[in-house]
């Protein structure tokens, strides 16, 4: 059975297990033929990623994109957002890569998920709680990051009015279940810049499975949005009119 399903011949298509646990989406494991891989030569990211790995439970395929993005927007002059921020390891790698030119909010419940709920199959709330804000601080100061800020709470219910004029040209949304993730995208896409994008984070993973529907109904519904499916596990939104 194992033979057959990783065999040369199925190349194309590999069963994985969680297709028993998760029938919503199908699910495979994923191969991409390309080998090409730019992030084990780009020295000052490898040296950034090694510093935060840590802090991060984000790969290094995601952690390279996120990094590619920032650099990429670095001239705009628009504002970074990241709701869920953990330990600070992908926050960092934002920062780092946009060269403390923009100001980078950081919102985290410091308590965990919430908003867990029925559309969601495996988190039930409450997860990932590990962290603090000094561990966060202390990341940020290692990395002679200085233009950023830490938002403590229920992202957006809790404390988005401080930055209601503000204008972003990233928000990385990686909060594991449909509810939050909605409601941070409603509160930001009014805010996001043409040319800017919204990174979601855990796109297509099994264990969130809230944030695949959410992504699929928002890539189906959202004006003005060119919706790309990257197969590390983003789902990107980038604007593309106001
Ligand atoms: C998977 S972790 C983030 C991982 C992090 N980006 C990294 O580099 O590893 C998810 C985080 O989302 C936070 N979270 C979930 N829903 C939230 C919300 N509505 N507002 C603020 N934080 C939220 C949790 O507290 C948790 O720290």
Redesign the pocket.
């Known amino acids: 059975m194992i033979e057959e399903i990783y065999s040369f011949e199925n190349n194309h298509y590999f069963h994985a297990y969680w297709e028993e646990r998760e029938n919503r989406f199908k699910q495979s494991l994923v191969f991409p033929k390309s080998t090409y891989s730019p992030w084990l030569q780009d020295e000052a990211f490898l040296k950034t990623y090694d510093a935060?790995k840590e802090?991060?439970?984000?790969d290094i395929y995601r952690?390279y994109e996120l990094w590619s993005i920032s650099k990429r927007l670095k001239e705009s002059e628009a504002a970074i957002i990241?709701?869920?921020?953990?330990?600070?390891?992908?926050?960092?790698?934002l920062a780092k890569a946009n060269g403390n030119q923009s100001p980078i909010y950081l919102?985290?419940?410091?308590?965990?998920?919430?908003?867990a709920g029925e559309k969601d199959n495996q988190y039930k709330g409450g997860?990932?709680?590990d962290?603090s804000v000094e561990t966060v601080e202390s990341l940020m100061k290692e990395q002679g990051i200085t233009s950023y800020q830490i938002?403590k709470?229920?992202?957006?219910?809790?404390n988005a009015e401080k930055l209601d004029a503000e204008k972003f040209k990233i928000c990385?949304i990686?909060?594991?279940?449909y509810?939050?993730?909605k409601?941070?995208f409603n509160w930001v896409w009014k805010r996001i810049t043409v040319g800017g994008v919204v990174i979601f984070?855990?796109y297509g993973f099994a264990a969130c499975a809230g944030i695949t529907q959410l992504v699929n109904e928002l890539a189906d519904n959202t004006p003005n949005a060119f919706f790309i499916h990257n197969i590390n596990g983003h789902g990107l939104l980038i604007k593309t009119a106001l």
């Open positions: 935060i802090n991060s439970l984000v952690c990241e709701v869920g921020v953990w330990r600070g390891g992908t926050a960092a790698l919102c985290d419940t410091f308590e965990g998920v919430a908003k997860e990932h709680a962290t938002l709470g229920i992202f957006p219910d809790t990385h990686d909060v594991d279940v509810e939050s993730a409601d941070i984070d855990d």
